[in-house]
C-alpha cells in the first residue's frame, strides 16, 4: 500500500442528503446563529432543546453533572480505568458537600471490533462477555465506594434509541455522506491513524501494535466543516479544555486541519445498524460518546435525545484521560454543533498511570490489578494514594513501597494516630468528655484561624479540580494538630493538674474539633476512613451523610460531647518479610519499623 493514506472520498462523494446542497448556506446561517451561544444562558450553553424547568416555570438550579468514560469491556477493569474513576467520584461528593444537586456518570462501552473479538476469544458470545464484565466494572466501583448515579450500558435499547436519533438528526442537518476509504486502522484505539503519527513498522504510538490496513465504504461525518466554529469557540471559552497546557494541543489539532471522520463500519456486526443502511454499524465512538446524554434518560421515558437533554444536560465535566482527549475535545463538539445540542461545560484530561514508565493498559498486558489493590489495602488507601500522590492532569507512576509508606505516614501516622492518641488522653483524663465547646476552647489561639485558612485552600483545590493539592491543605491541619500537640504537651500538664490540666482539656477539644473538620474535608477522598473518624467523634452515621461542606466551619463539637472508646481509624499496612518481596520493600519496612518505634515511645511518653 502506498505510504500515505488513500483518502478518496472527493472521487466517490456520495451525498445521502437531499438538503445536503443547501448545506453550505445553510450551516453559515447556523454558524452566525450560535456563535455567540457558549456566553448564552448558565445552564443552555449552546443548546436548542428545552432545559430543566419545573412545574411553576421557575428554573431549578442546574445539576452538576459528571461522566467518567464509558470503559471498554474487552478486559477486566485496571488500575488506569480505576483512576478516573476515584477522581470522578472524589469531585462528585465534594459537589454534594457543597449542596449540589449531582448526576454522576459512569458505565461501559460495549460494541466494535475488538469487544467482539475478546468475546470470541473467550469462547461466549458478545452479549454474555459485556454482561460478564460490565458486571466487573460495577463489582469493582463498589469495592471501592464510587457513589455513582447512572450507569449507562452502550447495548441498552434506550442509548441504541438515542444513537440512531442522534445520527438521523445529523444526516438531517447535512453532515453525513458515503465516501471510500483506505487508511491504517487501530483496532485498539478503534480510529484510521495518519501514517506520520505511527512508529516503526506502522505501529500504534499508544499500543505498540501494527495497525492494519483497511479499505470500506463508509459514511463520514463532516468534521471539517466545523473548523472554524470549533476554533471560535476555543478562542472564546478558554476553560473548555483543562489543564490548560492540553488546550494548547487541542487548538494545534484544529489549526493543522480538521478532516471528516468515518463513522461506519461495514466490516464490524457487534454494533448499532446505521439507520437505512442495516449493512453498516456505527463507528464505536459515534455511539458511545451519546451514552453521556442517554445516561441522563429516565427507564420510564420513552427514549428520545429531547427529553434525555432536558434531563440534566450539558454536562458540567467530562472527565478523561489524555489519550481520548481529541474523540471529547474535537470531534463530540462538532458532534453536538450538528445536532444542535448543548456543548459540555469543560472537558478534563488528566494523565496516565504508568508502570515502569509505560502506559499501564489492557492492551499492553502491564496492569495493575485494583481488586487486588483493594483487597490487600482497602478502598480508602487506594483512593488515597492515587489522588494525593499523582498530581491531576499528568502523569504518576505507581510502586508498592511508595504506596505503603505514604498511606501509612499520612492515614495511619499524621491523621489516625493524633485521633487515636488524643481520643487516649481524653478517655485518660476527662472520661472521654468535652470539657467545653470547641468555639470556647479555641479563644485565644491562633491554630483554629489556621484550620480556617487550610479549609479555604482544600475548597479551592478541591474546585480547580486540583486534588491533590486540596489531600495536601487537610493533611496539613493534621501536621498543625500535631505540632500543636507536641508544643503543648497535653499529657504532662495533665499531670502538673490545676489550671495547667484544665488547659491540656481544651487543647484535647481544639484537636479533636480539627479531627472533625478534617474527617468532613477529607471526605470526598476518602469517605470510610472518614466516617470512621466521625464515629469515633461520636456522631452517628445519618449525621456523617448529612454532613455538608459547611460544617468544616470551626466549633461543630460541643462541651458535655461523649466520644467513642479509642480505636485505631486505619490500620498501619505491614509490608511482607524481605525474603518474599525483595530489597526495595524491606528497605521501606525498616522506615516503617523506625516510624512505630518513635509512636510507641511517645505513647509511652504520653501514658
Ligand atoms: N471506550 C472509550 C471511552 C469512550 S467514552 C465515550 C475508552 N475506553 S478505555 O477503557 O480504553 O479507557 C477509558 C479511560 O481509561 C480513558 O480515559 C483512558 O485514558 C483511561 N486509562 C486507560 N489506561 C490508563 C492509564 N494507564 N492511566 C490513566 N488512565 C488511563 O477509551
Known amino acids: 500500500m502506498a505510504a500515505r493514506i488513500n483518502y478518496s472520498i472527493?472521487?466517490?462523494?456520495?451525498?445521502?442528503?437531499?438538503?445536503?446542497?443547501?448545506a453550505t448556506t445553510h450551516f453559515r446561517n447556523r454558524l452566525k446563529f450560535r456563535q455567540n451561544l457558549f456566553s448564552l444562558s448558565k445552564g443552555a450553553v449552546f443548546c436548542s432543546y428545552a432545559t430543566n424547568t419545573d412545574k411553576s416555570g421557575t428554573e431549578p438550579a442546574d445539576p452538576f453533572v459528571l461522566t467518567t468514560p464509558l470503559y471498554y469491556v474487552n478486559a477486566p477493569p485496571h488500575m488506569g480505568s480505576a483512576y478516573t474513576t476515584i477522581a470522578a467520584d472524589a469531585i462528585a461528593r465534594f459537589q454534594r458537600l457543597l449542596g449540589?444537586?449531582?448526576?454522576?456518570?459512569?458505565?461501559?462501552?460495549?460494541?466494535?471490533?475488538?469487544?467482539?473479538?475478546?468475546?470470541?476469544?473467550?469462547?461466549?458470545?458478545?452479549?454474555?462477555?459485556?454482561?460478564?464484565?460490565?458486571?466487573?466494572?460495577?463489582?469493582?466501583?463498589?469495592?471501592?465506594?464510587?457513589?455513582?448515579?447512572?450507569?449507562?450500558?452502550?447495548?441498552?435499547?434506550?442509548?441504541?434509541?438515542?444513537?440512531?436519533?442522534?445520527?438521523?438528526?445529523?444526516?438531517?442537518?447535512?453532515?453525513?455522506?458515503?465516501?471510500?476509504?483506505?487508511?491504517?486502522?487501530?483496532?485498539?484505539?478503534?480510529?484510521?491513524k495518519d501514517e506520520k503519527e505511527l512508529l516503526e513498522n506502522q505501529c500504534c504510538p499508544i499500543h505498540l501494535k501494527p495497525c492494519v490496513a483497511r479499505k470500506e465504504d463508509n459514511y463520514f461525518f463532516a468534521l471539517s466543516k466545523y473548523q472554524k466554529l470549533l476554533e471560535d469557540t476555543l478562542t472564546e471559552n478558554p476553560d473548555f479544555v483543562q489543564p490548560s497546557f492540553?488546550?494548547?494541543?487541542?487548538?494545534?489539532?484544529?489549526?493543522?486541519?480538521?478532516?471528516?471522520?468515518?463513522?461506519?463500519?461495514?466490516?464490524?456486526?457487534?454494533?448499532?445498524?446505521?439507520?437505512?443502511?442495516?449493512?453498516?454499524?456505527?463507528?464505536?465512538?459515534?455511539?458511545?460518546?451519546?451514552?453521556?446524554?442517554?445516561a441522563l434518560s429516565e427507564d420510564r421515558d420513552q427514549p428520545s435525545l429531547r427529553t434525555a437533554v432536558s434531563s440534566g444536560w450539558p454536562a458540567s465535566l467530562h472527565l478523561i484521560g489524555k489519550d481520548i482527549l481529541r474523540f471529547h475535545a474535537v470531534y463530540w463538539p462538532a458532534m453536538l454543533m450538528s445536532a444542535g445540542i448543548g456543548?459540555?461545560?469543560?472537558?478534563?484530561?488528566?494523565?496516565?498511570?504508568?508502570?515502569?514508565?509505560?502506559?499501564?493498559?489492557?492492551?499492553?498486558?502491564?496492569?495493575?490489578?485494583?481488586?487486588?489493590?483493594?483487597?490487600?489495602?482497602?478502598?480508602?488507601?487506594?483512593?488515597?494514594?492515587?489522588?494525593?500522590?499523582?498530581?491531576?492532569?499528568?502523569?504518576?507512576?505507581?510502586?508498592?513501597?511508595?504506596?505503603?509508606?505514604?498511606?501509612?505516614?499520612?492515614?495511619?501516622?499524621?491523621?489516625?494516630?493524633?485521633?487515636?492518641?488524643?481520643?487516649?488522653?481524653?478517655k485518660k483524663n476527662c472520661q472521654s468528655t468535652l470539657v467545653v465547646d470547641s468555639a470556647v476552647a479555641a479563644e485565644g489561639t491562633a491554630f483554629k484561624d489556621t484550620v480556617e485558612k487550610l479549609v479555604e485552600t482544600a475548597r479551592g483545590h478541591y474546585e480547580n479540580l486540583s486534588l491533590s493539592s486540596a489531600c495536601e491543605a487537610v493533611l496539613d491541619i493534621s501536621n498543625a494538630g500535631n505540632s500543636y500537640m507536641d508544643e503543648h504537651v497535653p499529657w504532662s500538664r495533665f499531670k502538673q493538674g490545676g489550671a495547667a490540666s484544665e488547659a491540656a482539656a481544651k487543647d484535647l477539644v481544639i484537636i479533636l474539633e480539627a479531627m472533625r473538620i478534617i474527617a468532613v474535608a477529607l471526605s470526598p477522598v476518602t469517605p470510610n476512613l472518614c466516617w470512621r473518624i466521625y464515629e469515633q467523634l461520636g456522631y452517628s452515621n445519618e449525621q456523617f451523610s448529612n454532613a455538608a461542606w459547611s460544617d468544616t466551619k470551626w466549633g461543630g463539637l460541643k462541651g458535655g460531647q461523649v466520644m467513642a472508646q479509642p480505636k485505631p481509624v486505619f490500620g498501619r499496612i505491614e509490608l511482607k518479610t524481605g525474603t518474599e518481596d525483595g530489597g526495595e520493600p524491606a528497605a521501606a519496612k525498616q522506615v516503617a519499623k523506625k516510624k512505630e518505634k518513635k509512636a510507641k515511645a511517645q505513647a509511652v511518653a504520653e501514658a
Open 10 to 22: 472527493q472521487n466517490s462523494l456520495w451525498l445521502l442528503n437531499p438538503l445536503h446542497s443547501k
Open 100 to 192: 449540589k444537586k449531582v448526576i454522576f456518570i459512569t458505565g461501559t462501552d460495549e460494541h466494535g471490533e475488538k469487544i467482539a473479538a475478546a468475546a470470541a476469544d473467550g469462547g461466549s458470545s458478545p452479549s454474555e462477555h459485556c454482561d460478564v464484565v460490565s458486571q466487573a466494572y460495577k463489582t469493582l466501583w463498589k469495592d471501592l465506594d464510587i457513589a455513582y448515579d447512572k450507569f449507562i450500558r452502550t447495548t441498552e435499547p434506550k442509548h441504541e434509541a438515542i444513537v440512531k436519533e442522534f445520527y438521523s438528526s445529523v444526516l438531517a442537518n447535512g453532515d453525513i455522506y458515503k465516501a471510500d476509504y483506505e487508511g491504517l486502522y487501530c483496532v485498539n484505539c478503534e480510529e484510521y
Open 343 to 426: 456543548l459540555p461545560k469543560k472537558v478534563f484530561g488528566h494523565g496516565f498511570l504508568t508502570k515502569d514508565g509505560m502506559k499501564m493498559g489492557k492492551s499492553l498486558g502491564n496492569t495493575l490489578e485494583p481488586n487486588e489493590l483493594v483487597h490487600n489495602f482497602g478502598s480508602d488507601a487506594v483512593r488515597y494514594f492515587f489522588l494525593k500522590e499523582v498530581e491531576f492532569g499528568n502523569d504518576g507512576d505507581y510502586s508498592e513501597d511508595r504506596f505503603i509508606k505514604i498511606v501509612n505516614a499520612h492515614l495511619a501516622n499524621t491523621i489516625g494516630n493524633l485521633l487515636n492518641r488524643t481520643l487516649g488522653l481524653l
Open 246 to 294: 492540553r488546550l494548547n494541543e487541542v487548538q494545534g489539532w484544529i489549526k493543522s486541519g480538521l478532516r471528516d471522520f468515518s463513522i461506519s463500519r461495514a466490516s464490524v456486526d457487534w454494533g448499532i445498524p446505521v439507520p437505512n443502511d442495516n449493512k453498516q454499524t456505527i463507528y464505536v465512538w459515534f455511539d458511545a460518546l451519546l451514552g453521556y446524554i442517554s
